[in-house]
């Protein structure tokens, strides 16, 4: 065995580094029929939301568990045409709180802003979220839809407000209530969304910064050291009551569970029914389609060298080169 040259990638003066925010999505569609009919069309479009309303850097990282042959090809092409900068395709089934310890323990950005494949994000999303972290101390987590929930969930993060210095806060009902009934739609439980509708907010205010207490696991985020304590989690089900292990680890460790007073991302459901694609037409088509027009025009050069002639031109260009200044001296 022997090494002929120098492997060119010492020459590298520089390499990557992640961007401050890795935002994480993980997605499994089985098959593109009965309950997941639309999963695809619902991952396109949570993905797009991405692309087009982060209003700050970051990193895409996508962790697909098992899905099937076209979820996956259209992950592969995004990553081909760098839209994610991290994919991971598991053969295997791990679940979500699997996918969580995956994820939480790869994902590089000092941030991490987890999100279900079937979210979307509002323009100005990331900014809002990362404007509590610096106002409000003591924050574990961050989602983007405020909602009314039981209290076991922040029953700790409740009353750690009312001790932290220079945070005021406000009880009472201060949410619309059409996110609260539009959430419960998307979930198909408007049959029991008056529970919901009874129950009190908490509206912390810290530096001109509010924020409510209540937090969800579909989507939020989190500093990569505070989550990095608690993985990983153990788990039993692919979903289910091992979800809200994270849940009770942040509430009952001193950290706050907020969510943004206004609201950032929505729920899909596993359907684009016409009611929701009202909702966001305005706020989604012109961004995606530029969007679309500045990931093509940055891809150019990119596409152009894939081209087959091109691509043989260049190869057979370095073979030359790498022969001239290394193989002809052994």
């Not at 969007?291 to 031109?313: A, D, N, T």
């Amino acid at each position: 065995m022997v090494r002929i040259g120098k492997n060119p990638a010492k020459r590298n003066l520089a390499v990557a580094k992640p961007a401050p925010v890795t935002v994480a999505v993980i997605s499994y569609i089985p098959f593109l029929s009965g309950y997941y009919r639309e999963g695809l069309d619902v991952l396109k479009l949570c993905l797009q939301s991405i692309l087009s309303n982060t209003d700050e850097p970051f990193d895409l990282m996508v962790f697909d568990y098992g899905s099937c042959a076209e979820v996956v090809d259209y992950l592969s092409e995004m990553s081909k045409k760098n839209q994610i900068q991290y994919l991971t395709l598991s053969e295997k089934n791990l679940g979500k709180v699997g996918a969580w310890n995956f994820i939480f323990g790869a994902a590089q950005g000092d941030y991490i802003a987890y999100a279900d494949s079937d979210v979307y994000f509002l323009p100005g999303w990331l900014s809002k979220t990362l404007e509590v972290f610096n106002a409000i101390p003591d924050v574990g987590t961050v989602s983007g839809l405020p909602r009314r929930q039981r209290k076991d969930f922040c029953e700790n993060s409740i009353k750690q407000v009312y001790e932290l210095p220079g945070v005021s806060v406000q009880r009472g009902k201060f949410m619309p209530e059409e996110w609260i009934t539009e959430h419960a739609r998307s979930l198909g439980k408007l049959d029991v969304v008056d529970k919901d509708l009874a129950r009190d907010d908490f509206l912390v205010s810290c530096k001109g910064v509010q924020a409510y207490v209540t937090a969800t696991h579909f989507q939020f985020t989190i500093r990569r050291d505070v989550i990095q304590r608690f993985i990983p989690f153990s788990y039993d089900r692919p979903m289910g009551p091992d979800v809200a292990k994270f849940d009770r680890a942040i509430d009952g460790n001193n950290l706050l569970r907020l969510a943004v007073s206004e609201r950032v991302v929505m729920h899909i459901g596993n359907t684009l029914d016409k009611y929701f694609l009202d909702e966001i037409k305005i706020l989604s088509a012109d961004r995606i389609r530029t969007r679309q027009r500045q990931s093509r025009h940055r891809h150019i050069l990119h596409s152009f060298c894939e081209w087959r002639p091109v691509r043989r031109v260049l190869l057979s260009l370095y073979d030359l080169i790498f022969n001239l200044y290394f193989r002809e001296r052994t």
